[in-house]
């Protein structure tokens, strides 16, 4: 399974604006990664890659929340 510290930060960027639905189009070469990686496949982003982000931005939301009080 992928985590977070597999991808370098612009690989992480652009995964993130990719399940926001922020970016239509990736560079060749991220788009390669995610593809080695198994977060990109012939359908669009893999449930996995969603379930990464997801979770990933859910903990560091988390963390903030906690470092409130």
Do not use: Y
């Not at 991220?30 to 903990?59: C, K, M, W, Y």
């Amino acid at each position: 399974m992928v985590v977070h510290r597999d991808m370098t930060s612009d690989e992480w960027k652009w995964l993130v604006r990719l399940c926001q639905h922020e970016a239509d189009s990736i560079p060749k070469e991220i788009e390669a990664r995610f593809t080695e990686l198994g977060l990109l496949g012939p359908n669009g982003l893999s449930d996995n890659a969603r379930n990464l982000v997801q979770n990933e931005l859910l903990a560091e939301r988390r963390n903030r929340l906690q470092g409130l009080h």
